[in-house]
């Protein structure tokens, strides 16, 4: 499967992407555990029932963020990226829980060819993700480095 070259990319549209993901337990405490996070909030359910408001472990936020840019990989930059230029405006309006189902739809907001590569261009893109009920969850924009279409 190809991404999007930077010609491709057209400011206003909105991508709804196929890809959706149920997140798991072991996603979670994996995530949690591999980059060293022993937020009980994440890790410890008998802590949360006993002290979050949630009653329940949330899932780790940088998970969410992951996970969020990766489902939209598939239908804009698998294979037609150079780079992550950065990622801002990283919000988590509401919280994901271990059995929400993620959905993502990306909005491309803005364009330029790079200064310095003719080859290449910026896209800039505002991913959102959703649970199952449809609740914004997270939010980013994200600035990608993209091939230009090779000319033959």
Excluded at 11 to 23: R, Y
Excluded at 65 to 87: E, F, K, Y
Excluded at 125 to 151: E, G, S
Aim: glycine fraction near 6%; hydrophobic fraction near 35%.
């Amino acid at each position: 499967m190809q991404g999007l070259y930077y010609e491709e990319f057209e400011i206003g549209k909105i991508i709804s992407h196929g890809l959706s993901k149920t997140v798991t337990e072991m996603d979670n405490m994996l995530f949690s555990n591999m980059t060293l996070n022993a937020q009980p909030l994440h890790i410890d359910r008998s802590f949360c029932e006993r002290e979050s408001e949630f009653k329940q472990p949330l899932v780790n936020s940088i998970f969410t963020l992951g996970l969020m840019i990766g489902i939209s990989v598939n239908d804009t930059t698998i294979g037609t990226t150079i780079a992550n230029l950065g990622m801002t405006d990283v919000n988590f309006p509401a919280p994901v829980f271990q059995g929400d189902s993620i959905h993502v739809k990306t909005e491309i907001i803005d364009k330029r060819e790079s200064k310095s590569r003719p080859t290449a261009g910026i896209v800039t893109m505002t991913h959102r993700a959703y649970n199952q009920n449809d609740v914004l969850v997270a939010t980013c924009t994200r600035k990608a480095f993209m091939k230009k279409q090779p000319i033959d």
